[in-house]
Structure formats: C-alpha cells, structure tokens
C-alpha cells in the first residue's frame, strides 16, 4: 500500500509547478504579495527542515522540489517590487 504522506506530497507539489513555470517564464508577479511569499518560502524551508529532522521522505522531496520552484520566485518577486517602489518614487 502506498503510503498517503507521499501522495499527499506529490499532490501539493505538482499543484505548484505550473504557477511557478509560468511565473518563472513570464517574470509577471503582479498579483503576488512579496511579505506572503517571503512567509511562503520561509515556510516551505522549515518544513524541509523538521522533515530531515524526522527522516520522513515525502516532507523532504515535496519540500526540497517546492523549494526550489519558490525561491526563484521570491527573487523576481522582489525585484519586480523594488522596480515598482523605484518607479513610484519617480
């Protein structure tokens, strides 16, 4: 039998790719929030954490490959809002 955790971490997983490959294409974060997806990554990171911690393989290959979906993510996001706090200065 399969175990549910790593179904349940497939599925979330595989929801997220593609949002994050659209947004990585397209460089458009005009509807992210960067303060949520700060709390987002940071989440994702401790969770890949406590998962080491236990040694529990779906928590760690659901958030290792989440993780590295989101983090590129975060960057654009907080690029794109660094060139949007810029322009509004202007």
Known sequence: MVDIGYIAAFLTTVAF????????????????????????TIGIFLWLLHGLNLGDGP???ANALTLFLAVPILVITAINSRREKKRALK
Request: a positive charge; hydrophobic letters at 45%.
């Open 59 to 61: 928590l760690i290959g």
């Open 17 to 40: 790719v593609p949002q994050a490959v659209k947004t990585i294409r397209t460089r458009d974060t005009s509807g992210i929030s960067l303060a949520m997806y700060v709390c987002l």
